[in-house]
């Protein structure tokens, strides 16, 4: 299984009126560090036949995240089964390693030529093993 990481600071604009980092801004890391993953792994070749449309989004917040806070974002693909594919991303505060929220999320392969789902290759599966 091949890990993606990405550090982040919490900023003022990602707060609530708690002063706790917004939910809507877990679920915004979540789809940005997905993206972040495949637009590394992905060659330009597969970019141009192949997009990731959403199917489901699970996430699960375990405790709060505050202004200053150093955050790391830990993605990796838990299954590819036919033209889906499950990620897993876990958020974490990165001075303390305590998790801060867990997101599944069950993507879509699709065909950028005719928009239709497409069975996950070999070749993107392996991108991600």
């Not at 699970?58 to 594919?85: M, P, Q, W």
Request: proline letters at 2%; aromatic letters at 8%; charged letters at 25%.
């Amino acid at each position: 299984m091949q890990i993606h990481e990405k550090t982040l600071i919490d900023e003022e604009p990602h707060l609530d009126e708690l002063n706790h980092v917004n939910n809507v801004q877990y679920v915004q890391w979540v789809q940005d560090v997905a993206e972040e993953h495949w637009l590394k792994n992905a060659s330009s070749d597969i970019l141009s036949h192949y997009f990731w449309v959403l199917l489901t989004h699970h996430i699960e917040y375990k405790n709060e995240a505050r202004l200053g806070d150093s955050i790391k974002l830990k993605t990796f693909i838990v299954k590819n089964e036919g033209v889906k594919s499950v990620r897993r991303v876990e958020i974490s505060n990165l001075k303390t390693d305590q998790l801060l929220a867990l997101s599944d999320t069950t993507w879509c392969l699709i065909n950028a030529k005719n928009h239709k789902p497409s069975r996950v290759t070999k070749e993107i599966i392996s991108l991600f093993d």
